[in-house]
């Protein structure tokens, strides 16, 4: 809109497009929560207060009105649809802006894959900016489908929707000064750096600091998160499908710090997302825990515009982008309405139809497995062994020294001490490499599950009680071009086919929740209690988060960061 159009409608010249009327304002500016009416012409916010008038005029009897919500740090693909469907999601939910890393797909497709999720961004009721993926491969100890050099992803900062660099997990790399880690972070120096750190302290914080990293997302304490805020890093307080930090850390929340504080999800699957919320249900939570409902409200707004210099949207202003929520209670936030850039997008939880351009994107097939050197039996060699101890609710896992089963020579898995074989299987280039270990607190009592999504490197990754399950669920997820699946023996209990990347289903996230709702009760009946098993699975093959992880390659000492025997 033009400058001087602006003006009219701002000085109640010329009548705007929608004027909210009987409203409370909720002014994450100034911390108030006062009655004003809000005009809005095209996508713009061009009044506050009275006088004002409109073409269409909605009576919000008393509700609340407040900027439209903002991820801070979000991965779709864990969503396992692609973004229209995200959108249809969150959208009712109130989130207007997301800010996604793409790595999952970089990782499995590269450049095309971030290409992928570009096109299918466009012509959504959601803004979706992109931070570019930092870490293609995350380590050299994992084999990936692309590699991502600082020359390939630097030229993307001439996109108007990329803001920076996404979340650089090999710390050690900055911190010993490997020159093509260092690269990416000169090539973004005057964009934002987002970080990922977890358990980093002392020294080696200041060090990763001063190389020009902004925030993390990663704080599992209260002193974590202190020591990091003191060194000028915004947290973003992270509460996904796996790794809940939310009630962990709001009790290092003060008036003081909590304008460094974003809230992000990080990774949540459709159930999650379709039935608790999005960044709603940050807020809700938080302001449950006792949190001043306008600091909640800013955490999932203005700080995060601010800190990705999205000057435009984060709060209630003239001249800002007219993204709106409105809710009738600032505790249950149960959201009646939502306008993204002026048009109302969302009723009652259920999104406005949008019209999307027909057109299809095409991508290869990323399922090449070569089958004839993998052989997940394991000789004895020796008593004590390592084991990956699986904690619930966490992305970091134990480092565990423990005597291994042994029969007849073999190391087996022991139901009884939940004691479980894991197995990674590349199955992006057809190498024939694999990694096995053992892995403790899934649960399982017998047969196996399996998924494409492996974190960062979205190999196969496979955990069972017995051989025969471990291979027909590797070879079922295969048959599918990718998913995930739940056997027992030679029987398949349940599946969910991931054809994009190995990673997101074509079809409608409602389908993908009852799926996953399959998938789960599959494995619950083999015996694993967690509230999402397949979530921790797919975190055990991340050798960027301490302490013990597994790939393609073989176990992964994260403290070390090398490669370690199962066997000591």
């Not at 949190?291 to 203005?302: C, G, K, S, Y």
Request: aromatic share 6%; glycine share 10%.
């Amino acid at each position: 809109m033009e400058l001087s159009q602006i003006i009219k409608f701002a000085r109640g010249v010329e009548p705007a497009d929608i004027l909210l009327t009987g409203g409370q304002v909720i002014n994450v500016y100034s911390g108030e929560i006062y009655r004003a009416d809000v005009a809005i012409a095209a996508n713009r916010i061009v009044g506050i207060g009275a006088g004002y008038h409109a073409e269409e005029v909605i009576d919000l009897k008393g509700g609340y009105v407040c900027p439209g919500f903002i991820d801070a740090h979000v991965h779709i693909e864990s969503s396992m649809v692609p973004p229209p469907e995200f959108a249809r999601a969150v959208v009712p939910r109130g989130t207007t802006t997301v800010v996604i890393d793409p790595h999952e797909i970089a990782n499995v497709l590269g450049l095309d894959g971030i290409r992928y999720m570009f096109d299918t961004a466009k012509y959504n009721p959601l803004s979706i900016y992109v931070m570019m993926p930092s870490c293609v491969p995350a380590t050299e100890m994992e084999t990936t489908g692309a590699y991502l050099h600082w020359y390939d992803i630097v030229p993307q900062l001439h996109d108007h929707w990329v803001l920076g660099l996404g979340e650089m997990m090999n710390f050690p790399g900055v911190i010993y000064g490997d020159e093509e880690v260092l690269n990416k972070l000169r090539g973004f120096d005057k964009a934002i750096r987002d970080g990922h750190a977890p358990g980093l302290s002392g020294r080696d914080l200041v060090a990763y600091v001063a190389a020009g990293i902004g925030s993390d997302h990663e704080c599992t304490s209260v002193l974590e998160m202190q020591e990091k805020l003191r060194l000028g890093m915004y947290i973003f307080i992270r509460e996904a499908t796996n790794a809940h930090n939310l009630l962990t850390l709001l009790p290092g929340l003060t008036k003081a710090n909590c304008r460094r504080l974003c809230f992000c999800t990080d990774d949540r699957q459709p159930a999650d997302l379709l039935n608790k919320g999005h960044i709603d249900d940050l807020v809700r939570t938080a302001v449950g825990a006792g949190v001043d409902p306008v600091d909640a409200i800013r955490m999932a707004t203005l700080n995060t515009a601010e800190y990705f210099h999205l000057y435009d949207r984060g709060g209630i202003a003239p001249g800002k982008r007219a993204d709106l929520v409105i809710f009738n209670d600032l505790h249950a936030l149960n959201i009646e309405m939502v306008i993204s850039s002026g048009k109302i997008v969302a009723r009652d939880s259920r999104v406005i139809p949008w019209e999307r351009p027909l057109k299809s994107t095409f991508l290869r097939s990323t399922m090449n497995v070569n089958w004839d050197p993998v052989d997940i039996r394991i000789a004895a060699a020796g008593h004590q062994g390592r084991i990956i101890g699986v904690i619930p609710n966490q992305l970091v896992t134990e480092h565990l020294i423990e005597t291994l089963p042994a029969v007849d020579g073999q190391v087996v898995c022991d139901p009884g001490r939940d004691i479980a074989k894991i197995a990674v299987i590349e199955r992006h280039l057809a190498t024939g490499n694999f990694g096995l270990g053992l892995v403790k607190g899934l649960g399982l009592k017998k047969g196996a599950i399996a998924s494409t999504i492996a974190h960062d490197s979205h190999n196969i990754v496979v955990v069972g009680m017995d051989d025969r399950s471990i291979m027909t669920a590797a070879r079922t997820v295969a048959e599918m071009r990718g998913g995930m699946a739940a056997v027992d023996g030679n029987d398949v209990l349940a599946k969910l086919p991931l054809p994009i990347a190995g990673l997101m289903s074509d079809g409608p996230i409602e389908t993908v929740r009852d799926q996953m709702e399959a998938m789960l009760q599959a494995a619950y009946q083999l015996g694993s209690g967690l509230h999402d098993p397949f979530m921790a699975m797919s975190f055990l093959a991340l050798p960027v988060i301490p302490s013990l992880k597994i790939t393609d390659k073989g176990l992964v000492d994260v403290e070390k960061f090398q490669i370690v025997p199962l066997f000591v």
